[in-house]
């Protein structure tokens, strides 16, 4: 009998053995399969915008607002924007600074100071959190934070309120906000959608610091506080990092959220609530309807090509941030 | 044969190949026929028409158990010979509530007919039109030249246009606004690009603060038609485009919904999405002549500033079905479903 289990074990061994080569070559395929997919992807929008580029007029496009991409006839187009850009940073940047914190705040607690069932409901909430899709969390900005928001930014003219929203810049004009959907709900309703990403990210990262740090800074004499934040904090900055980050890719490709919360107005913000539009909801607006081929079709895809370059070059700067802090704590 | 009878079951419609309650041995055969060619016919289409006939299938199923209580007798054979047809429709999105109830109230008139009305915009229905994926093109503005030239070239057929109904584009605002009637002069000032008012007072100093702009996206045909109509030309003589600063909402019954909830709002969209929420404001050709509420007989007679024609457009003389159609819809049968969803018939 025993054998015979001998045998069975060895017969086992031999086949895994003849296996290894493919499953070698598979697990590296799966390991490539992302770079072979980012570079198809950009040479598909490439080859998309390619034909426009040359005759793209690249400092109205970066400098100009006026994006009139179907102009009256006998009038030529007009590719301006820099008011999109602006929109798109500006309704990520808003998103961050609440995400952020928000995020970080929620990882620490659930992580280092809630027990017990209060953690284990707290985790699952968080996670069906993510799970709302991204037309609802655009139709709750359009019909219940946008009115909110609305009321709350909302003076007679020449009262304090007023004047202090035009000082500071949180409404252009006296009587506040001209409209529910604008700059910060689009930036609020970014923040809902990217905290939980922020935070299931952060309380992972949190969770791999090993035990013995904790202890060793109990046994120093740390509290819990000072524990967070000159142990777990700092062994924990790459993980935390790439959290905000994958937080903010999020926030920066979001689409159907911000065509509804935003507003879609092409201008330059010049306060807190004014209305913005973004590049994303611009192409999802206008790609369904522009011929196949055109100008417009092709500045579209030069818009994505932007939103690409600019997601990566944010990538790989938190990436050489992440690596010049590693050096500065080694040395 | 043995395989395709759980297809049968799925897709045609039941009054198609007969009921079961139809007792008659000949008839049984003939049906056995019918049923094959079906088949056929489904196996040989394209899966979108599946598609269609399924649906059509399972919403006429429920009809016709409360429309057609005599179905047991002998007049079976005379719906079983008729064979479906297909009518694809596509265009304005502002007619796209119009076309779906044409099509629902068509097929209590024929109920072997199934058209297909799908929206996209004006502009999309003229390049279906061209590449023969609809045999109706739905248009909000009338078809521009290169259009027709481009139909010529493509499918080496004439147009031909129909008008089957107006409409009439509102100018919205909130219940609360002060102002009752505005001119187009002061609208195009208002929307036109280096238009001069940007704030309420500059028409009327009983209220006060920025015009928050609600507008259609550009690729629209509401936006087209108003731009035309409102903006006029600029000293070189060329059309004036719309000003940036508007929020351009996907759809016609979103500026509302926004214009609702803004109290400084000012927006256009069609006469047929007025709620309790907004109101129109009157308009006048011309500052200090009378102003005019949006309605039907002022749009159909021209005394209302921003009314417009409703198209249909074929390629070539239309012919069998969709002449059959067309004429329906230019029955006071079909003008009657104008008036229900909000637009104005022409008579």
Redesign the interface.
């Known amino acids: 009998m025993a054998e015979f289990q001998k045998v069975r074990a060895r017969k086992k061994f031999r086949f895994l053995d003849a296996l290894e080569k493919p499953i070698e070559v598979l697990i590296r395929l799966c390991g490539w399969s992302s770079i072979i997919g980012i570079a198809a992807i950009f040479l598909f929008i490439f080859k998309e915008a390619a034909p426009m580029v040359p005759k793209l007029d690249w400092i109205h496009f970066f400098t100009s607002a006026r994006w009139i991409p179907n102009p009256a006839p006998g009038n030529p187009p007009s590719f301006g924007a820099w008011a999109l850009l602006v929109g798109t940073f500006a309704t990520t940047f808003i998103a961050l600074i609440i995400a952020v914190p928000v995020g970080l705040g929620a990882a620490v607690y659930i992580s280092e100071f809630a027990r017990g069932k209060g953690k284990e409901t707290l985790k699952i909430v968080i996670e069906l959190l993510a799970a709302i899709p991204s037309i609802v969390w655009g139709f709750i900005g359009l019909m219940v934070l946008g009115p909110i928001i609305k009321g709350i930014f909302t003076a007679a003219p020449g009262s304090a309120w007023g004047k202090i929203m035009v000082a500071f810049h949180l409404a252009t004009a006296e009587t506040g906000a001209s409209q529910g959907t604008n700059l910060l709900t689009g930036g609020v309703i970014l923040a809902l959608m990217s905290v939980p990403l922020i935070v299931s990210l952060s309380e992972d990262a949190l969770r791999a610091v090993p035990d013995s740090f904790r202890e060793a800074a109990l046994a120093l004499g740390a509290n819990t506080w000072e524990t967070v934040r000159r142990v777990l904090f700092p062994a924990a900055r790459n993980g935390l990092l790439a959290a905000c980050m994958l937080g903010m890719g999020r926030a920066i490709g979001e689409t159907m959220a911000v065509l509804l919360a935003t507003g879609h107005n092409n201008r330059i913000p010049e306060a807190l609530t004014d209305p913005v539009r973004t590049m994303t909801a611009t192409i999802a607006a206008e790609m369904g309807e522009t011929v196949h081929g055109s100008e417009h079709y092709r500045v579209l895809f030069i818009l994505g090509i932007v939103l690409f370059i600019a997601t990566c070059g944010i990538n790989v700067a938190s990436d050489l941030i992440v690596k010049g802090v590693k050096k500065a704590n080694q040395s | 044969m043995k395989h395709t009878t759980p297809l049968h079951r799925r897709t045609l419609p039941p009054n198609l190949v007969g009921s079961d309650s139809t007792p008659s041995l000949t008839l049984r055969s003939d049906r056995k026929r019918n049923f094959r060619d079906a088949v056929e016919r489904v196996l040989t289409r394209s899966w979108t028409t599946c598609l269609s006939i399924t649906v059509a299938a399972l919403t006429g199923c429920g009809q016709k158990e409360s429309t057609d209580p005599g179905a047991a007798g002998g007049q079976r054979p005379v719906v079983i010979t008729q064979k479906p047809v297909e009518i694809r429709v596509k265009g304005s999105d502002t007619m796209v509530q119009l076309a779906t109830g044409w099509s629902e109230a068509y097929r209590k008139v024929k109920s072997n007919v199934f058209v297909n009305a799908d929206g996209?915009?004006t502009?999309?229905g003229f390049?279906a039109l061209q590449n023969n994926t609809c045999d109706i093109c739905d248009a909000s503005r009338e078809i521009?030249k290169e259009e027709i030239e481009k139909t010529k070239t493509v499918t080496g057929k004439d147009v031909k246009e129909f008008v089957v109904a107006y409409d009439a584009l509102a100018v919205y605002a909130h219940p609360s606004n002060p102002i009752n009637e505005i001119s187009i002069e002061e609208l195009r000032e208002i929307w036109a690009e280096n238009g001069a008012v940007t704030?309420w007072e500059q028409i009327n100093p009983a209220i006060?603060?920025?015009?928050?702009l609600f507008g259609r996206?550009?690729?629209s045909g509401t936006?087209?038609y108003f731009?035309?109509h409102i903006?006029g030309q600029t000293s070189a003589g060329?059309?004036?485009?719309l000003r940036?600063?508007?929020?351009?909402?996907?759809g016609s019954a979103e500026v509302v919904?926004?214009v609702s909830?803004?109290p400084?709002?000012l927006g256009y969209s069609g006469m047929g999405y007025k709620t309790p929420d907004v109101k129109w404001l009157k308009v006048s050709s011309k500052k200090g002549e009378p102003a005019v509420e949006p309605g039907t007989d002022v749009a159909r007679s021209g005394k209302y500033p921003i009314a417009r024609k409703l198209y249909l457009y074929t390629a070539g003389e239309p012919a069998g079905e969709v002449k059959a159609y067309i004429d329906w819809i230019l029955s006071p049968e079909g003008q009657k479903i104008v008036e229900k969803e909000g637009f104005v018939p022409l008579k």
Request: charged share 30%; glycine share 16%; aromatic share 2%.
């Open positions: 996209g915009g502009g999309t390049a521009k704030s006060k603060g920025k015009i928050a996206q550009n690729n936006y087209d731009r035309e903006c060329k059309q004036r485009e940036g600063g508007i929020s351009e909402m996907n919904e926004n909830k803004t400084l709002a």
